[in-house]
């Protein structure tokens, strides 16, 4: 690890575009153990009064500091927006998510395995090296929203529950705002080092969520082992009927692609439509029709396919079983 | 810098580069080398401690952040004398083959059994409200944040399953 000085913010004064801010340290260590990220200052806001999920017009106020684990277990979560508990509850590890916040949670980055290893070229750790992940080994790497300059996935699963909910992020810095966590994250294009639009001395201080959506919630994740390991693919859906049809359908998708993924048509087309295989099936034909494999990753374009019409049949009442 | 950590009731003052983990500060500065390195980058949970009560990774924790809260170790839960009832569960149902693992295993499960108490639910959990009944298949994904490469699972489940049994998990329950 390269040295820095260590310094545990009192307020927000205290946080400049130089330091580099640190809450749960379970993202920010591991890659400064490897030196992917070599920051001079850190700067510990855990101490701010940044915690807390409070009640906000319809919806909800969640605090940056707020552990992952805390948040999954609140109860005003689990009733009115079981998909985020869910979503985080198939993150990570116990430990892992007593420690992660939901400002860090947001903010994590790729997993790339080229990114994670300074002797390979890598776009994102060093713009303008090139990406050794093109030609290399894909099997992690995204099918929605890559670029020739990376095609590294947005790993997290909370942010992918969050889209679908329409949550929006509180930042504060030189000019306070509020950006809809669907402009937040950036698709790599040629700057895969930008990955969301926080400037330096900016800072995440809430994520608010609008009024519960109701509906049925889903959270469905594949990955490689039961528990403990990142998404190949997951599927984020709050589906309401009405009358025998689809009233609100908000689907997000993680695992896929280069950042947090929804797809508007898919969505127009599922409401006012009457539940069936044929429909959920052109659902997965419009989602999938930018998709784009690397070889090894070829593989998610079918297993996209699958979960997202099981997690409609499911969400629907439907038989789960295709 | 100058970091005071206040560890299984005593407190300690040290002179770290900032750069050191809270692992690193037990185990080489202190000399508490109960608690385990195994990847060291949050994929084992063999350095698996407890910071205000609640388990988290001491090797992804920097110690200048841990200023200030009351840390447990394994050597605060209980003592040979005294052991912890996970501790002797252990013991008793042979939760261990190497023992590498085994003190982040009871420190994580002395946890997951306070959250379990709290109503916490698990991505094994069928409802999000509970009930929540200690079945092999929730200590399995509760405890998913501790690996153990001499794959003792089965007999850590039952360790577990039995230690709940009695209430107060740990003998410090400061
Ligand atoms: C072994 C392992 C398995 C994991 N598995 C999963 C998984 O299955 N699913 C999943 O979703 N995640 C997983 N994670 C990732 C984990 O969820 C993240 O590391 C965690 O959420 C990051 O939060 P943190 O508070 O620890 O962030 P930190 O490490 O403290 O910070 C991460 C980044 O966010 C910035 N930052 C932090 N807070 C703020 C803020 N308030 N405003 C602006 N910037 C901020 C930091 O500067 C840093 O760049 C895993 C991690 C590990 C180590
Ligand atoms: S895919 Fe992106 S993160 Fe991975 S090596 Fe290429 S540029 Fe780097
Ligand atoms: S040593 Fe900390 S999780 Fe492996
Ligand atoms: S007992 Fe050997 S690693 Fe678990």
Not at chain 1, 86 to 103: D, V
Request: proline letters at 6%.
């Amino acid at each position: 690890m390269r040295e820095f000085t260590y310094h545990r913010a009192a307020s927000i004064a205290d946080l400049s575009p130089d330091a580099t801010i640190i809450a749960g340290g379970t993202n920010l260590l591991d890659l400064m153990k490897l030196e992917v990220m070599a920051p001079p200052a850190l700067v510990d806001i855990t101490h701010l009064d940044l915690g807390g999920v409070e009640p906000e017009g319809e919806g909800l106020r969640i605090g940056a500091l707020v552990r992952n684990s805390d948040l999954a277990a609140h109860p005003v979560i689990r009733r009115d927006y079981p998909v985020l508990s869910r979503a985080l509850l198939a993150g990570a590890s116990g430990q892992l998510r007593n420690m992660a916040t939901t400002g860090g949670n947001l903010m994590q980055r790729t997993r790339c395995p080229y990114f994670y290893d300074r002797r390979m070229a890598c776009n994102k750790r060093d713009p303008g090296a090139g990406c050794a992940a093109i030609g290399g080994v894909t099997r992690n790497h995204a099918i929605l929203g890559a670029s020739d300059h990376c095609i590294a996935t947005y790993p997290g699963d909370m942010a992918v529950a969050l889209m679908a909910l329409d949550a929006v992020v509180e930042i504060d810095g030189p000019t306070p705002r509020r950006v809809p966590l669907a402009d937040f994250h950036l698709l790599p294009g040629d700057t895969p080092h930008l990955e969301t639009v926080l400037e330096p001395g900016e800072i995440i201080t809430a994520v608010i969520l609008p009024a519960p959506p109701g509906g049925q919630h889903r959270y469905r994740k594949v990955r490689d082992r039961a528990s403990y390991a990142f998404a190949l693919v997951s599927v984020a859906a709050v589906i309401a009927t009405d009358g025998g049809r689809i009233s609100h359908a908000a689907l997000a998708f993680g695992g896929v692609a280069t950042k947090p993924w929804r797809d508007p048509e898919v969505e127009a087309l599922l409401k006012g439509s009457e539940p069936s295989d044929a429909l959920f099936r052109e659902a997965a034909d419009i989602l999938l029709r930018p998709a784009r494999d690397w070889g090894e990753n070829q593989f998610k374009i079918p297993l996209l396919r699958r979960a997202l019409i099981a997690t409609l049949r499911d969400a629907t009442g439907m038989e789960t079983a295709a | 810098m100058q970091i005071t950590l206040h560890l299984n009731g005593a407190t300690h003052d040290l002179d770290l580069d900032p750069r050191t983990t809270l692992l690193d500060a037990l185990r080489h500065h202190l000399g508490m080398t109960g608690t385990k390195k195994g990847c060291d980058h949050g994929q084992c949970g063999a350095c698996t401690v407890l910071m205000g009560g609640r388990r988290i990774n001491a090797c992804l924790t920097l110690a200048c952040m841990a200023q200030d809260a009351q840390i447990t170790t394994i050597e605060g839960l209980g003592s040979p004398e005294r052991l912890s009832p996970l501790q002797q569960q252990f013991l008793d149902h042979d939760g261990f083959q190497c023992g590498y693992c085994t003190p982040g295993q009871i420190c994580s499960a002395t946890a997951m059994l306070e959250e379990m108490e709290a109503g916490w639910p698990s991505h094994a959990s069928e409802n999000l409200d509970g009930p929540f009944e200690l079945s092999h298949a929730e200590i399995a994904e509760r405890m998913s944040g501790n690996l153990c490469r001499c794959a003792a699972y089965a007999n850590i489940v039952a360790a577990i399953q039995q230690a709940a049994g009695t209430t107060d998990h740990r003998e410090d329950a400061a």
